[in-house]
């Protein structure tokens, strides 16, 4: 068997023919780490090369880069390129409230920042990066169809003629997003779990352009939110100068502004402050040029079937946006489940089943996370009692790093386990309940030993 000397010179393993479906973020990253390790890559993407469009359709201009997104570009040497030369640091959210007043809420210490960075730049970095591997082959325009995952088979019907031909892989990547076709296909094997959620919420992309001299038109380096209860408006620092601003919605809200009057009114009387900001007339034809897009989230598994497919990124785990972790996990499956290939000599057999059995309840976790952060974005973060909890989280963790990590902290900032994020904020509930039960029964018995003093 062809084998393949790795990194340090003592790996031997096979050298395997990997068959990635879909060249998004996730796809493209994956094809560097196996090509990297000497495979032989095919990237089979169903759109054409993004680098030579005018103009790419989708979803969210800009994305937050958080530290397992920047470990995963760092292990393929595209971390500096991407953060340094291309990435905008967002240090706090800034809230905006009503009457036109902000407030900033750090996401952690001082120097701790989460990147700003392009969706469509990051994309062609990627697939620029596989592509100086002389082992990874591109190939745009071709949609999976169909495969046969447990023989490594697949069907692609090449775009725009629908001419079809089968391609044979020793493993399937599907790396093809929340409504995978290669997912779709394991579904069809016994065993395999699999429910999504759509919120009742959408999100529509607006944008606040640059002001006349290039610059931003509010402080650059925050994730600027707009929490309005029910709904909510977010934006995020472009290079250029302008915002990617997301209004994320309740379909029937969306629905209800039916003509530019009710829209300036809505936006008069919810976001008085970004209405100048994003302009009347540009609001009004941005709005009515895009529908909404609903927000899905999704679980399955197991993984992997057998020794010869897997499926990561959104593929196995689309997520609602509001962890802003949806990449950054999908990046983190790439460096995962290398080191779980790497650990196992490429044994694809006891490897995938590994990473599936110990990725899939870390992925869930962000999941509900996520769900999680749909209310706190829109609505907790401008409550009193949530900054309260945030300033003695931070308290604490300046004052024991190591033990007290916030879940915010723990999730962005770090590389623990999502799961264990989870476990962590439950033992740090129960600390605080405990803490504030023995400061009530401390002030009960204060306050019944005074009135016992008085009245004896
Ligand atoms: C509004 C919004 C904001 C977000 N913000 C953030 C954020 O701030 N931070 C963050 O970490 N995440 C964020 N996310 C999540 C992030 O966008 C996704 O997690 C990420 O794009 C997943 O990458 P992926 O490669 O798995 O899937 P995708 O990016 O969906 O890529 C899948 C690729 O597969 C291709 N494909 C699909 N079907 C086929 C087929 N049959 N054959 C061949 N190719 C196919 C598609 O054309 C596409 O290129 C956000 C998501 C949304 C919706």
């Given at each position: 068997m062809d084998t393949t000397t790795g990194a340090n010179g003592c790996e031997n393993y096979p050298k395997l023919k990997v068959a990635i479906v879909g060249g998004g973020l996730v796809g493209t990253l994956s094809a560097s780490f196996f090509a990297k390790r000497g495979h032989e890559v095919h990237l089979y993407e169903l759109r054409p090369d993004i680098r030579h469009l005018e103009h790419v359709p989708g979803r969210s201009i800009n994305l937050a880069l958080s530290i397992r997104g920047r470990a995963a570009l760092k292990e393929v040497g595209i971390e500096e390129q991407v953060v340094q030369r291309h990435g905008i640091p967002m240090f706090a959210r800034m809230i905006h409230n009503l009457d036109g007043t902000t407030k900033p809420i750090p996401y952690g210490k001082k120097d701790q920042c989460i990147y700003s960075v392009g969706r469509r730049f990051l994309n062609e970095a990627l697939l620029t990066a596989a592509e100086k591997y002389s082992n990874v082959h591109c190939h745009f325009n071709e949609k999976l169809v169909s495969a046969n995952l447990n023989q490594g088979k697949m069907t692609f019907e090449r775009q725009p003629n629908k001419e079809v031909h089968n391609v044979e892989a020793q493993l399937v990547v599907g790396a093809d997003g929340a409504f995978s076709s290669v997912r779709r296909q394991m579904m069809k094997q016994p065993l395999f779990d699999f429910s999504q959620t759509y919120i009742p919420h959408g999100y529509l992309e607006l944008c606040i352009p640059p002001l006349s001299d290039g610059s931003h038109a509010m402080p650059k380096n925050y994730l600027h939110i707009w929490p309005r209860g029910r709904f909510m408006m977010?934006?995020?620092?472009?290079?250029?100068?302008?915002?990617?601003?997301?209004?994320?919605?309740?379909?029937?809200?969306?629905?209800?502004?039916?003509?530019?009057?009710?829209?300036?009114?809505?936006?008069?009387?919810?976001?008085?402050?970004?209405?100048?900001?994003?302009?009347?007339?540009?609001?009004?034809?941005?709005?009515?040029?895009?529908?909404?897009?609903?927000?899905?989230?999704?679980?399955?598994?197991?993984?992997?079937?057998?020794?010869?497919?897997?499926?990561?990124?959104?593929?196995?785990?689309?997520?609602?946006?509001?962890?802003?972790?949806?990449?950054?996990?999908?990046?983190?499956?790439?460096?995962?489940?290398?080191?779980?290939?790497?650990?196992?000599?490429?044994?694809?057999?006891?490897?995938?089943?590994?990473?599936?059995?110990?990725?899939?309840?870390?992925?869930?976790?962000?999941?509900?996370?996520?769900?999680?952060?749909?209310?706190?974005?829109?609505?907790?973060?401008?409550?009193?009692?949530?900054?309260?909890?945030?300033?003695?989280?931070?308290?604490?963790?300046?004052?024991?790093?190591?033990?007290?990590?916030?879940?915010?902290?723990?999730?962005?900032?770090?590389?623990?386990?999502?799961?264990?994020?989870?476990?962590?904020?439950?033992?740090?509930?129960?600390?605080?309940?405990?803490?504030?039960?023995?400061?009530?029964?401390?002030?009960?018995?204060?306050?019944?030993?005074?009135?016992?003093?008085?009245?004896?």
């Open positions: 977010i934006a995020l620092p472009n290079q250029d100068g302008s915002w990617t601003v997301t209004l994320f919605m309740p379909f029937e809200e969306f629905g209800k502004l039916s003509t530019p009057e009710k829209l300036l009114d809505f936006f008069q009387q919810y976001y008085p402050d970004a209405l100048p900001l994003i302009g009347k007339e540009k609001l009004v034809s941005d709005y009515f040029a895009y529908k909404p897009s609903p927000l899905v989230s999704v679980k399955c598994g197991p993984y992997n079937i057998g020794d010869t497919a897997i499926i990561i990124g959104d593929a196995a785990h689309a997520m609602v946006p509001f962890y802003g972790q949806g990449m950054n996990a999908g990046f983190e499956d790439c460096r995962l489940l290398d080191a779980v290939l790497l650990k196992h000599n490429f044994d694809l057999g006891p490897a995938l089943i590994e990473f599936s059995k110990t990725r899939r309840p870390d992925a869930e976790a962000i999941c509900n996370l996520a769900m999680y952060n749909y209310v706190e974005m829109r609505d907790l973060v401008n409550r009193k009692t949530f900054l309260i909890r945030k300033h003695f989280d931070n308290l604490l963790h300046t004052l024991m790093p190591d033990l007290w990590i916030p879940l915010y902290t723990s999730v962005t900032f770090s590389h623990m386990p999502y799961a264990q994020c989870i476990k962590n904020k439950e033992w740090q509930d129960k600390m605080v309940d405990r803490f504030l039960s023995t400061m009530a029964a401390v002030v009960v018995a204060m306050i019944a030993y005074f009135v016992y003093s008085f009245a004896f």
